[in-house]
């Protein structure tokens, strides 16, 4: 069984983090990588779950990465007390990005596969719409949600920016938390990450990166902006990290 888990941020570089870590020779991710087991497919049972981790019986480290952990959904919300429930020791992974970059970025996924989803000008006024795309970049108050269950020492929090600029020293950081060597050199490839998720990258291809009308980018970032820099906080880095 799983004994650490991405939860998220969704559109935060979470793919080509698990395909790195599972070409570690100590850790081994489940495939489907987001089974969404705590949630949406909770109710296949825990026969088909054990059975996405079979393979990886040999492994010091089984994880998945379910984005959808680390959203504001109604069928993910007990995911952080199921999780605690059955795996209390489990450590929790958290990556994410500036939450606009991120929020733009999941609206064009989402667009790109369902055509008639709401206009980029009107996600605010679109209930389900704010409630995914804003809880989804509502950073600090998505892992409050796991601090709740588990101590700080199980949860290690990465950025997208970091881990574009630095990928040997942050992935180092998230094998130690791991208990492994910090040696990456095996995994990434020239000392790069993979360019992955080209289903993510098809479905953005089709839709443009859209304008932000001044009025509503305001409004946004005064919702995320409070709840970015108590996040920010939380992980060791400056207010200021993102530029708004």
């Known amino acids: 069984m799983p004994n650490f888990i991405i939860i998220g941020a969704a559109k935060s570089a979470t793919t080509t983090l698990a395909a790195v870590l599972s070409s570690h020779t100590d850790i081994f991710i489940s495939r489907p990588k987001e089974p969404k087991f705590f949630g949406r497919h909770y109710g296949k049972g825990w026969p088909w779950y054990r059975g996405l981790f079979r393979a990886g019986s040999g492994f010091a480290w089984r994880g998945e990465a379910s984005t959808m952990y680390a959203s504001p959904l109604r069928e993910f919300r007990d995911a952080p007390g199921l999780m605690h429930r059955y795996f209390p020791g489990m450590k929790i992974v958290y990556v994410v990005r500036h939450p606009l970059d991120r929020l733009v970025s999941q609206w064009r996924h989402v667009k790109g596969r369902c055509p008639d989803y709401v206009a980029f000008e009107r996600i605010l006024s ?28 199980q949860i290690h929090c990465l950025t997208f920016e970091d881990l574009i600029a630095d990928p040997a020293a942050v992935l180092g950081e998230l094998l130690v938390f791991l208990g492994l060597p910090p040696q990456t050199h095996s995994i990434l490839e020239a000392g790069e990450l993979p360019k992955l998720n080209k289903v993510g990258q098809k479905g953005r291809a089709h839709v443009s990166e859209p304008d932000w009308p001044g009025p509503m980018r305001a409004s946004v970032i005064q919702r995320l902006r409070p709840d970015a820099e108590a996040f920010l906080a939380y992980i060791g880095k400056p207010k200021d990290y993102w530029t708004w």
Request: aromatic share 18%; with cysteine.
């Open 126 to 153: 679109d209930r389900r719409a704010a409630r995914l795309l804003i809880g989804c970049s509502s950073y600090y108050e998505r892992i409050n949600a796991y601090r709740r269950y588990f101590p700080d020492q």
